[in-house]
């Protein structure tokens, strides 16, 4: 089992930027990748970006060049360094983590992001 913890939504103005952590606990060492997604209001989960343990990423095109996503040497925790944020980057993020058998969801951070 693994348990995904996230921090560091809020309230913004666009232009602003945040920074969301996760911290991951349990079997820690059976993960293979972790990221984050995030859902609007009506609106489907969608991939953000995601970082494997041999620290390739992935990102969403319509994210590219304003967030970055990294985890610590011990790999228990994932940020998302978000730059730029526009409006319509608000939404519930949910940090994500991966093993072979199963995945894993923390239970979401609010990212409203003011016009």
């Known amino acids: 089992q693994v348990q995904l913890v996230e921090s560091g939504g809020g309230l913004v103005q666009a232009g602003g930027s945040l920074r969301l952590s996760c911290a991951a606990s349990?079997?820690?060492?059976?993960?293979?990748?972790m990221g984050w997604y995030r859902q609007a209001p009506g609106k489907e989960r969608d991939l953000v970006a995601t970082i494997t343990n041999s620290g390739s990423t992935t990102y969403a095109d319509s994210v590219k060049g304003r967030f970055t996503i990294s985890r610590d040497s011990a790999k228990n925790w994932v940020h998302l360094q978000m730059n730029s944020l526009r409006p319509e980057d608000t939404a519930v993020y949910y940090c994500?983590?991966?093993?072979?058998?199963?995945?894993?969801w923390g239970q979401g951070t609010q990212v409203t992001v003011s016009s």
């Open positions: 994500n983590a991966g093993t072979y058998f199963h995945v894993y």
């Open positions: 349990g079997s820690i060492f059976s993960i293979n990748s």
